[in-house]
């Protein structure tokens, strides 16, 4: 299997983090590829940013699926899902839609720890979007600048740790989802230290997709996931004027 993991966000560091704990989880024989934002901002946290966002995820996409088995949107929020789960003839997934997936077999209710405060309206807008609104406990997130996006782990691991055992304690989380790919392999660390399980959604991708991979479900061709039709386009990168060509006969 050929996994693509594509991070919409620009720091090379966040790629490096979603590479690590992709290449843990994944199984023996599973190639892991990961692909950095060509364009776009150091990292996601309002929804115009997961715009500019989506856009870059399509563009590495078009330019790149075609050598893979799936291919995983690496930021929470999954900016540009369902649009390529649309364009592309292989399974797509995202890390919120994969992290909620394995909260929802873990306990009832789940609360998202994240790296900002301005990151939450977002964020629940993407959990109302899955359809999972009534499982969210809370949303809590750190409430000072990030100066060094790929060190988040290390220098607020502490804190993010206090805002998880609040999750808890006062808002009945019966299941921590670590948001953001910053905060990529952070649970692996966790584990034992807080009193409920605790998901990264970079693994959770991982395995899902394998699944899907194996499952051969095959692709939509009628309905709302169906590919693109067909229309006069202009300004388009090669790339993607080739991908929407490729669905003409899908």
């Given at each position: ?82 649009g390529l789960r649309e364009a592309l003839s ?161």
């Amino acid at each position: 299997m050929n996994i693509l993991l594509i991070n919409p966000n620009t720091s090379d560091s966040v790629s490096d983090l979603i590479r690590a704990e992709a290449e843990r989880s994944a199984s023996q024989g599973t190639q892991i590829e990961v692909i950095t934002a060509p364009f776009g901002v150091a990292y996601i946290e309002t929804r115009f940013e997961a715009l500019i966002g989506a856009y870059a995820a399509a563009e590495v996409a078009a330019k790149h699926h075609e050598r893979f088995n799936a291919v995983i949107v690496a930021a929470f929020g999954d900016p540009g899902l369902a649009g390529l789960r649309e364009a592309l003839s292989c399974p797509v997934t995202g890390l919120t839609e994969a992290a909620l997936a394995s909260a929802s077999l873990l306990g009832q209710r789940f609360s998202i720890v994240a790296i900002s405060q301005r990151i939450r309206a977002w964020y629940r807008e993407t959990v109302q979007h899955i359809g999972l609104e009534g499982r969210l406990a809370s949303i809590r997130g750190l409430d000072e600048p990030l100066a060094d996006i790929g060190n988040v782990q290390g220098n607020q691991g502490e804190r993010l740790i206090a805002l998880a055992e609040r999750c808890v304690d006062e808002d009945g989380a019966d299941v921590i989802v670590l948001a953001g790919a910053p905060l990529a392999g952070l649970a692996r660390s966790l584990r034992g230290r807080l009193p409920v399980p605790v998901v990264d959604g970079v693994s959770s991708a991982v395995r899902h997709v394998e699944s899907l991979i194996a499952l051969q479900p095959g692709k939509a061709v009628r309905g709302s996931f169906a590919p693109p039709p067909v229309k006069a386009n202009q300004g388009l990168s090669p790339a993607l004027e080739r991908l929407l060509a490729s669905r003409r006969h899908v």
